[in-house]
Nanobody, 116 residues
Framework: QVQLVESGGGVVQAGDSLRLSCKAS????????MDWFRRLPGKEEREFVA?????????HYADSVKGRFTISRDNADNTVYLQMNNLKPDDTAIYYC????????WGQGTQVAVSS
């Protein structure tokens, strides 16, 4: 059974940093493109945040987080990370990781709240 478990969220102030973790079990994250998405308050749809490529670790970011967030992967620990710096109140959301190609195996998410 494939599972993704996100952690590392919390309540912080604007300008602070957080590092989110996404621990995979049942499937290696090596060789797969992995994404981070987020669901903003009051929104039903998740929005794309970042992706790390399956083969060369190429990264892509939403314009809203470019320059502030960094996605990375630890193959030995089977974990994907999202380093979030200079957080803004607009970053308040539930953050999810997933496999880029279906089935996505969505986790439960981790809540990030940024106060001004």
């Amino acid at each position: 059974q494939v599972q993704l478990v996100e952690s590392g969220g919390g309540v912080v102030q604007a300008g602070d940093s957080l590092r989110l973790s996404c621990k995979a079990s049942g499937r290696s994250v090596t060789g797969y493109s992995m994404d981070w998405f987020r669901r903003l308050p009051g929104k039903e749809e998740r929005e794309f945040v970042a992706q790390i490529g399956r083969s060369d670790d190429t990264t892509h970011y939403a314009d809203s987080v470019k320059g502030r967030f960094t996605i990375s992967r630890d193959n030995a620990d089977n974990t994907v990370y999202l380093q979030m710096n200079n957080l803004k109140p607009d970053d308040t959301a539930i953050y999810y990781c997933c496999f880029a190609i279906p089935p996505h195996f969505w986790g439960q998410g981790t809540q990030v709240a940024v106060s001004s």
